[in-house]
């Protein structure tokens, strides 16, 4: 069912009446050595670069402007961060904002909670992340913290090569999802992906599969111990997983290690990831039996005059930082569709000015 | 000159004309493993639980509670943080909160600035802080980021034995000040502060006296550098160093790398600091040439029915986390002495309750 720019679901409509109030946004930091990998990854200008995409867009998120680095290098045209997209919704709604460390190299300029302990491994290795279930306990009471002040929150991510820690855990827990990560990139290195996780099972002695947590140690990325945290503290919130096939397989991990049909859960993205032919995020969730309700946002830049943003038509970048999410609930809450595309195009013109 | 609880010395009437709006109170928050050594603390419980006081005490200021350890042992009387001062003085006015990771060993669950890289090495050692320019840096972005929204801003601290490492910095820059910094405990154990830090003085290869960044690299903690990068950072708008003679030490250090009177800076504490007979704020100030305004907080806790607080009357504590500071500048704005304390007694008969 489709309506104003949100098209529902798994039973969505419902879900949506639970949405009242301001509402708060949670944005998760996360770096894996995963993202070091050439080819794996366009969420950054360069592997040097990456372990600074996750500050710079908390940054950008939370007050419209880097600090961290003067500025972000880019080849023309400059296809920008989909944190743009998130900070535009947050500069015209009324959504609290809460920022968590799951494990980065360069802290953010930006108030956060601290739940981990460090940026995760290269799952080539098979060892990605250590104290996973210290980083669940901690994001469990920052969860609860901010759901105490919340009508319901709306988490996203930000780590570079999560689409390849997606694939990894999915392939650990034993199904056969080979093909249906999505990617950064407009040509998903799908043959790149499968091989970087052959690897990491081989080499972390998952023959079949594991456990969720083992799943998360061996191939997985500190991202997703923070978010499973964070829902299993804020269980009592309606929670909305703003991402694509990362967040659909933070909830299949989700779904192995607690009872979410006790939760108020579910998924939110970009009509890029949903209609995307390289990837398949309703399968992910169906094939695990994970079937949450799913609302997406019909974004479109069909027609901008920047070639930055009409990339994302191309099928490049797609989602991150909770912008298909952070839209959808804005959209739900009464903002226009045409409103949020029309303030993303201007702050993109502000960004790259006579560039 | 006394006035309604608030006493100013070298100018501080000026100085608190300057003083308008909310303002922004800053807790900077640091661990040194110089709190370990047997003796020399008693900001917490015991040597295991001093990595616990920083984030308690921002949880305390925060949120009214403690969130990341489920109670605090003590031996009764429970003689409290000095943070249920600030928590008072935080809940009965209007300033903003910010929260500094200077280098802290847990994170606490409150949403803060992350500047540093862990905690500081035990001075005995004479390596004290790595990466000192670094954390500096940092603190300058968000000094600058937290001075752009805010009219002036009360630098306070929580660090267990920073009193002994405010006595290494000082005496690794050459000054003559044995005996000039101030205790957590009643009696101040000077003689083994002073062994610490000559043992520091040795193994750092200091004979006679270093710059600042050397005192601080080799025999200060992670704080100190935290709270110069803030204060260059802020120099835009007024700015309340709270605390006693580690502040005063911080402004000492400052004034060796930047050119403070430039700054708009003063210090303001407790009266329990400033009439202290086994230390000398004042002294520090006057013999380094920085005699920057002070303005002392006159809160008493004399006609309490507590025990735990009547301590502070009797030589205990005496400072921390900013409460004194925080206090004087909510007298400046206008909060009464009296309802502070009256606060303080309420919060604390509900913290023990029938204990």
Redesign the interface.
């Known amino acids: 069912m489709e309506n104003d720019g949100l098209i529902y679901y798994n039973g969505a409509e419902d879900f949506a009446k639970k949405i009242n109030g301001p509402g708060s946004f949670v944005l998760v930091m996360g770096n894996t050595k995963t993202a070091a990998i050439p080819g794996i990854t366009a969420a950054g200008a360069s592997a040097e670069l990456n372990v600074y995409t996750p500050p710079l867009d908390a940054e950008l998120v939370h007050?419209g402007r880097i600090?961290?680095l003067d500025e972000i290098p880019f080849t023309p045209p400059f296809i920008p961060t989909p944190g743009l997209i998130t900070r535009a919704v947050i500069s015209m709604s009324d959504f609290r904002e809460?920022?968590v460390?799951a494990g980065i190299d360069v802290?953010p300029?930006?108030?956060?909670?601290?739940?981990g302990f460090g940026s995760g491994g290269d799952i080539r290795t098979g060892k990605a992340v250590s104290r996973v279930k210290e980083i669940i306990e901690?994001a469990k009471?920052?969860g609860a913290?901010i759901a105490s002040k919340s009508e319901y929150i709306v988490i996203g991510e930000t780590i570079p090569a999560g689409t390849t820690t997606a694939l990894g855990v999915l392939l650990a827990l034993g199904l056969d999802m080979n093909g249906y990560t999505s990617s950064s990139m407009n040509t998903n290195p799908h043959q790149l992906k499968t091989s970087v996780v052959m690897e990491g099972l081989k080499n972390a002695g998952i023959n079949g599969s594991c456990d969720a947590i083992k799943a998360i140690e061996s191939m997985g990325d500190p991202m997703m111990a923070a978010t499973i945290g964070l829902c299993i503290g804020a269980k009592d919130v309606p929670i909305i997983l703003a991402g694509g096939t990362q967040m659909a397989a933070v909830a299949v991990l989700l779904s192995k290690i607690y009872d979410i049909s006790k939760l108020n859960i579910a998924l939110s993205t970009t009509r890029w990831v949903a209609q995307d032919k390289t990837s398949n995020l309703f399968g992910i969730l169906k094939q695990a039996g994970v079937e949450i309700p799913v609302l997406i946002a019909s974004l479109s830049f069909a027609g901008t005059q920047f070639e930055g943003l009409k990339a994302y038509e191309q099928g490049y970048v797609k989602e991150g930082v909770g912008a298909g999410g952070i839209s959808a609930i804005a959209m739900v809450k009464g903002i226009k569709k045409t409103d949020i595309e029309q303030a993303v195009e201007n702050m993109y013109g502000m960004m790259v000015g006579g560039k």
Chains 1, 2 share one sequence.
């Open positions: 007050t600090i961290t809460f920022y460390d802290a300029v930006v108030p956060h909670y601290r739940v901690n009471k920052v913290e």
